[in-house]
Nanobody
């Protein structure tokens, strides 16, 4: 059974930091590009960041560039997202997802997690 289990979401003040993790199982994690996608209340999914299968190339949405860092540990089958200088507009459910496409459409992904809530508020 394929599983992507996100963790690390929390309530944090503006300017704060969080590190999200995504533990993968049931498929060959190291063969897949991975993305973080977020969905704010009342809005559609928004692609945030991606990393290629080997971890050597990373990509970011303009809205998070310079503040977020994606990484992966293929030996541990785990994806990470370090989020710094958080803003209220970063409030969303954050999902990890596996696919070679980096899009806002859930249907474009092979696998999709259950999400972890990030709330940025004072």
């Amino acid at each position: 059974e394929v599983q992507l289990v996100e963790s690390g979401g929390d309530l944090v003040q503006p300017g704060g930091s969080l590190r999200l993790s995504c533990a993968a199982s049931g498929f060959t994690f190291g063969n897949y590009d991975m993305s973080w996608v977020r969905q704010a209340p009342g809005k559609g999914p928004e692609w945030v960041s991606a990393i290629n299968s080997g971890g050597g190339s990373t990509y970011y949405a303009d809205s998070v560039k310079g503040r977020f860092t994606i990484s992966r540990d293929n030996a541990k089958n785990t994806l990470y997202l370090q989020m710094n200088s958080l803003k209220p507009e970063d409030t969303a459910v954050y999902y990890c997802a596996a696919a070679s496409k980096y899009t806002n459409r859930k249907d474009d992904y092979n696998y999709w997690g259950q999400g972890t809530q990030v709330t940025v508020s004072s």
